[in-house]
């Protein structure tokens, strides 16, 4: 990635969480101007008198500079024109901008529950969290969730001014409150995660974005002692493992590679040794909760060769993961690991009780199923259900190719 | 959706000593059956109840065993949510209750408000 895209999107989130962390909530939005306004002067400097030495450092001088400067014009504005308006926060009496790795980390822990905080519905969360602390574009966010620029910049307004209402400051929550707002964050972070992962429509470059970006904010939460706990290391280890599978899962042309065929020289076993040493952090506190188990199912997968037990484990594990958190995709993940303990006519009888129609991967669940059941009129009926549920082309030549195959 | 218990209720059996892996496969068949019901977003709660434990009389006398005259005890219970009866009903098919001569007795919770 060229140097500069490459900085806007390490430090763009950085710096607006300082700034932010400053000026109170209430003027997020200069904040984030500052900070493009720094990042469009950069770009016309460096272009015209080459890159300094020290890049980040230019960017911080920069915008402390600015900071202080808006400072001045606002203070002149406040004290001439508006004498008799108290405003909550008068921007002259904040703090200057403090631009150390300490003030970093812990200004995008506290602004990480500030965007998570339980007055935002989930769609706005990951949007702000997206924006704000990733630095992604607008027309990149809309593009992830398959919707216009208009409508993410509706959500991100609403987000905003519903924050505003709610609290000034950006701080870390009460730790009577902790826990119940960490839960808030890792289902963000997860959300975001699997955006990445699953998402099938946009871009691999940029899936490969929002998985390293969800991975950064978990990373983030293990740096204070108040937020590394059992279940941030435990949703960690989960995207470690899952990650690990990057590149053996889509081949030349982008087509789907599923578990069974991927080439497992592929798997990026750096990954996989840090996702156990956060299973390993997650589980010393006897904590044991969602992501505990869909890390202990994910780890099973990073194994190469599979043992008697693998299955029935793992049918084990999301007999109990759902007890604790029904999904649907948990729901067909625990249809699949039926079939391989029991067969697949059990599993067909459960799949059909789940009756999740007009789901892409239930009906090629179903399809599986019927196939190796040898009923292959139902197996081709349901790849052709499937067919008109997915624009993706990539899987829809999958499903054509195992049509041609019945 | 309407919410039902289910009571698991079997005959006590003194003979009835399990080795270690008999009550692992007895564990498994539990759980598979929850996690069916779970994987239709209908589990609610469940626990299983020990064998022991004891009965307060109305004349303030306490007795051992969970069950009185009768020889049948309850084993344990789960909060489920269905469509109607017809569905609760179903949900109870292949509780592993039914494959020791035991019963599912199925109760709708009753709300008031």
């Known amino acids: ?406 | 959706m309407q919410d039902f218990m289910m009571l698991f209720r079997s005959e006590e059996n003194p003979d009835f000593h399990p080795s270690p892996e008999e009550l692992q496969a007895e564990i498994k068949l539990w759980e598979t059956w929850i996690g069916g019901i779970a994987a239709q977003g209908k589990f609610g709660s469940s626990e299983a109840l020990d064998f022991s434990g004891k009965i307060l009389h109305a004349n303030g006398t306490v007795t051992d065993g969970p069950y009185i005259e009768l020889k049948e005890i309850v084993g344990g219970y789960i909060l489920v949510k269905a469509e109607d009866f017809d569905d609760a009903l179903q949900l109870a098919q292949g509780c592993p209750v039914l494959s020791v001569g035991g019963k599912v007795e199925i109760r709708p919770i009753m709300h008031f408000d």
């Open chain 1, 1 to 406: 990635m060229p140097l500069l895209p490459n900085l806007f999107r390490t430090e763009y989130g950085k710096m607006v969480a300082v700034l932010v962390r400053s000026f109170g909530f209430s003027h997020v939005e200069e904040a984030e101007d500052l900070v493009s306004d720094t990042f469009a002067l950069a770009a016309e400097t460096w272009g015209m008198k080459g890159i300094p030495e020290n890049p980040t450092g230019w960017l911080y001088t920069v915008a402390k500079n600015n900071a202080r400067d808006r400072l001045r014009r606002k203070g002149h504005f406040s004290n001439r024109i508006l004498p008799n308006l108290k405003q909550d926060h008068p921007l002259t009496e904040m703090p200057e901008p403090d631009f150390s790795p300490e003030s970093f980390q812990d200004s995008q822990l506290r602004m990480i529950f500030t965007l998570c905080h339980p007055a935002l519905n989930p769609e706005q969360q990951v949007a702000l969290c997206l924006r704000i602390l990733g630095g992604f574009g607008i027309d990149e966010i809309a593009a992830a969730f398959l919707t216009t620029k208009s409508t993410i910049n509706k959500r991100l307004q609403r987000g905003k001014s519903r924050l505003r209402e709610v609290l000034s400051s950006i701080e870390l929550p009460p730790s009577s409150a902790l826990n119940e707002r960490l839960e808030a964050v890792l289902t963000t972070i997860y959300l975001l995660f699997n955006e990445g992962y699953h998402a099938s429509v946009t871009p691999e470059t940029f899936r490969r974005e929002l998985c390293a970006d969800a991975i950064r904010l978990a990373l983030l939460l293990t740096t204070n002692k108040k937020t590394n706990l059992p279940q941030v290391n435990a949703l960690l280890a989960l995207m470690c493992f899952q990650t690990s599978r990057f590149d053996a899962r889509s081949g030349t042309d982008g087509e789907l590679i599923l578990y069974a065929r991927q080439d497992r020289s592929l798997w990026d076993e750096r990954l996989i040794g840090q996702g156990r040493k956060f299973l390993t952090a997650a589980t010393s506190g006897g904590h044991n909760g969602r992501y505990h188990l869909e890390a202990a199912i994910a780890f099973l997968h990073t194994k190469p060769t599979e043992s008697p037990e693998k299955w029935p484990t793992i049918l084990s594990l999301y007999n109990r993961l759902l007890q604790l958190h029904y999904s649907p995709v948990a729901a067909l993940n625990r249809t699949y690991a039926l079939s391989r303990v029991h067969g697949p006519e059990a599993a067909i009888t459960e799949a059909l009780k789940i009756d999740l129609k007009g789901h892409l991967w239930f009906h090629l669940l179903l399809a599986d199923l019927y196939g190796q059941a040898e009923e292959k009129a139902k197996a081709k009926d349901h790849l052709n259900q499937s067919l008109v549920l997915t624009k993706n082309p990539a899987t829809k030549r999958f499903i054509a190719a195992k049509i041609a195959a019945l």
